[in-house]
């Protein structure tokens, strides 16, 4: 099934280097050799992921068009040779394929039925491996922009931690981007613009990430205008109610 993404900031943003670099060493560590990546837009962010030690990076992408730019950047070499493309959501994949992890990088906040989106996402984790969403923060802060893009909804801690699927345990739910706050805020409450500027985009990623990689941490990632977590495939008979972390 083809699908039509409603937004044209894909290209606006993949310029943003600082965040996707700050994204890429927080999950690192997660990803292991074989990864899915949902919603993959046009790459712009597997660069800075898919590195030394990934045997597979398979990304799934309903809308052909993007799909198709995806492949072509894969032929010119612009995106690792461990790469390669998925046209359809998870139903187009085939078997009982299963990933060291799996992606949903500013994805599900596009997916209407998001619970059941996790609990099919969780079947495709292998054992041990980790499901992975970075999504937009604080329901307060959804504007015009949200809304031309395509976005259900933004997401809380609490939020997150209620979509955890059986068979795995949520490791931490982080805010980011504490700087960026306030931008957001302000597009929110003043500007209200359905599309930034590449000049806001390129003042966001060029002054304000860099002072939320600091803020951030000091703040114990309590606060920001993003939220990352990461959950872990247990076995059945391990899994204990109750378990989670912030």
Known sequence: MNLHYPGGELELFAGAANWKSYVAELLSPYLGETVLDVGAGIGAHVPFLCRSGVKEWVCLEPDERLASQIARRIEKGELSAACRVVTGTLEALAGCTRFSAVLYLDVLEHIADDRAEMEKAARRVADGGCLIV?????????????????????????????????????????????????????????????????????????????????????????????????????????????????
Request: hydrophobic content about 45%; aromatic content about 12%; proline content about 6%.
């Open 134 to 246: 970075l999504a937009p923060a604080h329901q307060f802060l959804f504007s015009p922009f949200d809304a031309a893009i395509g976005h259900h909804r933004r997401y809380t801690t609490a939020a997150l931690r209620a979509l955890t699927p059986p068979e795995c345990r949520l490791e931490f739910c982080r805010m980011l981007d504490s700087a960026g706050f306030f931008a957001s805020l302000a597009n929110r409450s003043l500007l209200r613009s359905a599309n930034p500027t590449c000049a806001q985009v390129q003042v966001w990623d060029r002054v304000l990430v860099p002072v939320s990689r600091r803020l951030d941490w000091f703040l114990c990632y309590r606060f920001g205008k993003s939220i990352l977590a990461v959950w872990r495939r247990t076995r059945p008979s391990s899994v204990r109610v109750g378990d989670g972390a912030s």
